[in-house]
């Protein structure tokens, strides 16, 4: 796996967890903090029924948070465009998980 730049692109934490495990505690953690899981699309499975390429394993998860949604989108109706929020779980090449979630003030 190539390092990514920094994480330049929202916030992410290294788990000490494996995908499987993380991927179950995931929801539990998201509903702890009044977000659900409204959408996931595992990217793994998509690339390879789409373009026929193997991929790690890779998934999206689209939380939200009806209160904070109703209370950004009363003051811009544009910040649709960032709803749901997305969180991606993905395998490591040393089988850990990496979490990462989109930074709403970049």
Do not use: S
Request: net charge neutral; charged share 20%.
């Amino acid at each position: 796996m190539t390092a990514p730049r920094e994480f330049a692109h929202g916030h992410w934490k290294q788990l000490a967890l494996t995908f499987d495990a993380a991927l179950a505690r995931l929801p539990d953690a998201l509903k702890a903090e009044g977000f659900g899981v409204i959408t996931e699309i595992d990217m793994q499975a998509t690339l390879k029924a789409k373009i026929g390429v193997d991929f790690r394993r890779y998934r999206i998860f689209g939380a939200c948070n009806p209160k904070l949604a109703h209370g950004a989108l009363l003051q811009d109706l544009h910040v649709g465009v960032l709803l749901p929020c997305n969180v991606v779980l993905y395998e490591t090449d040393a089988g850990t998980a990496m979490v990462g979630a989109i930074d709403p003030v970049q």
